[in-house]
């Protein structure tokens, strides 16, 4: 196999998680490459920047609406996008192992938003910040959050092993997490820890509204969705045909083995589940946490 094919099939099957993280890696790359170039030919290295990171301020924030996304996709250093990538990837194995990747979106993406309303309301709003002159949002941190405290809250009680660690409940870590966030405010980088907070927030009432029967994040999810219709080429329709029917009407044999696959495919996948929420995820042979995986990936 070529390297190029390679390089599609790895495309083709990596999970949504996988695919976040290499866009997050790329852009910090073209990013720093940027500012490498522009110091060497010593150019203003940030005009760049300041389109795509989020203001604190409403009338320059109307200016470049695009910037509630694009922030999150910007870091300040190796450290800032390593932590925002490894938890994004740690909290999305589990999050895919129960909800769909358009979900994972829908966290992601929402908890990205929030995060920016919550750094954007509290920088108008809290005394503590008055005077603080021009200030920006950038990183991946609320959406990561989002996708962390969202599984968290679904699998609470569930053990994750960690080095140096042992094994301890799910909630411990995200719980741990949002301690740190809300201690460090007084610290510096006061309003990225708020839009952690924030995404941290969305996570624990998307996921909460879920186990009502509410799905918060579907018309962000019906919105990509017509977004992404716009550049799917148009079909041709086929051209009509006339079929004789007989009176009677019965379902066709590969329908009918299809319903029958499918059912048999959930069983395995609720049993499956059941040994997680008895025993972990480690407990898991590798042909169920491969099976699992690729039944995450067809929903």
Do not use: C
């Amino acid at each position: 196999m070529r390297s190029s094919d390679k390089i599609r099939y790895k495309i083709q099957t990596a999970t949504v998680t996988e695919k976040l993280i290499a866009i997050n890696v790329l852009v910090f790359i073209l990013f720093f490459l940027f500012r490498t170039l522009a110091y060497l030919f010593q150019l203003p290295s940030d005009f760049l920047l300041e389109w795509f990171v989020f203001p604190k301020d409403p009338a320059e924030f109307i200016l470049k609406p695009w910037s509630i996304i694009t922030y999150s996709f910007l870091h300040s250093g190796i450290w800032h996008i390593l932590s925002n990538m490894l938890i994004l990837y740690f909290s999305g194995i589990y999050f895919l192992n129960y909800f769909s990747p358009k979900r994972l979106l829908n966290y992601y993406f929402l908890g990205v938003i929030i995060g920016a309303l919550v750094y954007m309301l509290s920088y108008n709003l809290f005394p503590a910040f008055q005077g603080t002159g021009r200030s920006y949002l950038m990183g991946a941190s609320a959406g990561v959050m989002a996708v962390l405290i969202g599984i968290a809250s679904h699998i609470p009680n569930m053990r994750v092993r960690l080095m140096l660690i042992g094994s301890i409940k799910f909630w411990w870590i995200a719980a741990f997490l949002v301690v740190i966030d809300i201690i460090q405010i007084p610290m510096g980088n006061a309003g990225g820890h708020l839009a952690h907070l924030g995404g941290a927030a969305l996570g624990y009432l998307y996921t909460n509204q879920l186990q009502k029967g509410n799905d918060i994040g579907k018309w962000f999810e019906n919105l990509m969705d017509g977004i992404a219709s716009l550049f799917k080429p148009r079909e041709k329709k086929a051209k009509m045909k006339t079929v004789h029917r007989s009176g009677k009407t019965t379902k066709s044999p590969s329908r009918q083995s299809k319903t029958m696959d499918k059912d048999d495919k959930q069983k395995k996948v609720d049993a499956i589940l059941d040994k997680i929420s008895k025993s972990g995820y480690d407990s898991l042979s590798k042909a169920e946490k491969d099976f699992l995986f690729q039944a995450g990936k067809e929903d």
